[in-house]
């Protein structure tokens, strides 16, 4: 969707100043030069999540990993959308698409929960995190997302911080519209940080619905008439919400100076 | 996303009316019998498109086509969202999530459009409207989207209906905010059509965004600081549209009964 798709970016580690020299490693030196044909002295875009966006020029390049030279700042670093997801794992596909339009769209923490029909229960968080990074690195973010580690439903919400509203999809069309209940979180002042739940494929059991309606931080929001695919669900609530109450009415330069 | 993904949905062509006697094709009796493993007395629901959603039973089943018998309707035909969309078409599992899930998101039009940074530019329109079907069959939906076969950006606009506003998503970043946009139509009396069309991976051409602008019908609408999909777009815009003016914010029975 943008002409300067490619613009190269990489996400790194340490911290970036005019001058610094920055390590990559094996993978993103493999990336740079065999995925996108880079050599000696090319130039590339970084950030860290921390010190904006920097100019950098490839300095170093080989089987093991390489260095980049920093140049000059081409972005300040922007403050995140204070946007959680929460999301019942589902396949190999679609919970990629999860952790990288999530990302994306803008979303600050990745946290799958197990709600009782999850029926993918293992996660390759490790799978999850490459994937938030590159979808960051290809959508001009200036961070990559926290991808948190699964557990229960139950667990979710021990620590849960009071003040943080929790949109839970709910696909028995029970919740309020999406739409009038964040015109109304938009209005309160300040803006409260929110959260999204959306529920696994066989949908949440009606105990855990119920249970969900009794935490004092939980909005039901329903999402139309139509039955959503899991991840269908989540990338519209996201969407709704950065466009009635996230970044999406800012004005401003766009990401990569489009 | 619902505890009825197991009601199995079947899309006809023919009129539906207690004791009609339907005839379905190879395709459907090969899904019936193979993969939905269904045989002669078990239930399912169908739908044209017309009558609304009727209960039926596998009657006969074979390798060449199958009859359903048609029993009590369950659901009157509902009125569809007016909501086109143009897309350039993409790559082959990116568009076929479009025409899934823009069937799923409730688009009553499916439009390819040739832009001149389109690179997939053999579309298979069976396959369009075959996922489309399915999409349709699988949310609950009571009708299909029709699939237009692909034109040029120009052609697209010779027959435009001049009420009818369309939206494009300018990944230049200079258009309206989305959700401004779609607030200010949804207080026009009456809230006018709409299309959403939403650019290739390269994004349109500085000139295409021009002349764009300069349609009567056309509103430059932005999504947001970040590079989005061709395909995440879609899905943004037409949830945004749902959200807002379309019909998650009518009360109401959800699909299938939830």
């Given at each position: 969707?943008?002409?300067?798709?490619?613009?190269?970016?990489?996400?790194?580690?340490?911290?970036?100043?005019?001058?610094?020299?920055?390590?990559?490693?094996?993978?993103?030196?493999?990336?740079?030069?065999?995925?996108?044909?880079?050599?000696?002295?090319?130039?590339?875009?970084?950030?860290?999540?921390?010190?904006?966006?920097?100019?950098?020029?490839?300095?170093?390049?080989?089987?093991?990993?390489?260095?980049?030279?920093?140049?000059?700042?081409?972005?300040?670093?922007?403050?995140?959308?204070?946007?959680?997801?929460?999301?019942?794992?589902?396949?190999?596909?679609?919970?990629?698409?999860?952790?990288?339009?999530?990302t994306t769209l803008g979303?600050?923490?990745?946290?799958?929960?197990?709600?009782?029909?999850?029926?993918?229960?293992?996660?390759?968080?490790?799978?999850?995190?490459?994937?938030?990074?590159?979808?960051?690195?290809?959508?001009?973010?200036?961070?990559?997302?926290?991808?948190a580690n699964p557990v229960?439903?139950?667990?979710?919400?021990?620590?849960?911080?009071?003040?943080?509203?929790?949109?839970?999809?709910?696909?028995?069309?029970?919740?309020?519209?999406?739409?009038?209940?964040?015109?109304?979180?938009?209005?309160?002042?300040?803006?409260?940080?929110?959260?999204?739940?959306?529920?696994?494929?066989?949908?949440?059991?009606a105990g855990e619905l119920?249970?969900?309606?009794?935490?004092?931080?939980?909005?039901?929001?329903?999402?139309?008439?139509?039955?959503?695919?899991?991840?269908?669900?989540?990338?519209?609530?996201?969407?709704?919400?950065?466009?009635?109450?996230?970044?999406?009415?800012?004005?401003?330069?766009?990401?990569?100076?489009?």
């Amino acid at each position: 969707m943008s002409r300067n798709a490619d613009k190269l970016r990489l996400f790194v580690e340490c911290g970036l100043v005019a001058g610094a020299c920055v390590t990559i490693d094996r993978a993103q030196a493999h990336y740079l030069g065999h995925v996108m044909r880079r050599g000696i002295g090319d130039p590339l875009l970084v950030f860290n999540g921390r010190d904006g966006e920097w100019r950098a020029r490839v300095d170093a390049l080989g089987k093991g990993g390489g260095a980049l030279i920093v140049h000059e700042a081409t972005r300040a670093q922007s403050r995140d959308s204070d946007l959680w997801v929460l999301f019942a794992p589902v396949k190999r596909t679609p919970i990629d698409r999860i952790a990288r339009e999530a990302t994306t769209l803008g979303a600050s923490r990745l946290a799958p929960v197990l709600t009782r029909h999850t029926v993918a229960r293992r996660i390759n968080t490790a799978r999850l995190r490459a994937n938030a990074r590159e979808a960051a690195e290809q959508c001009g973010r200036l961070s990559v997302p926290e991808v948190a580690n699964p557990v229960s439903l139950t667990a979710a919400f021990e620590a849960w911080p009071a003040e943080r509203r929790l949109l839970v999809a709910d696909e028995t069309g029970a919740g309020r519209a999406i739409a009038d209940v964040l015109i109304a979180l938009g209005r309160e002042d300040p803006v409260p940080p929110s959260a999204i739940l959306t529920g696994p494929e066989g949908g949440f059991e009606a105990g855990e619905l119920d249970a969900l309606g009794d935490l004092p931080f939980v909005i039901r929001v329903r999402l139309g008439p139509r039955i959503l695919r899991a991840e269908t669900a989540v990338l519209s609530a996201l969407a709704c919400w950065q466009a009635l109450i996230g970044d999406w009415r800012e004005e401003g330069a766009a990401a990569g100076g489009r």
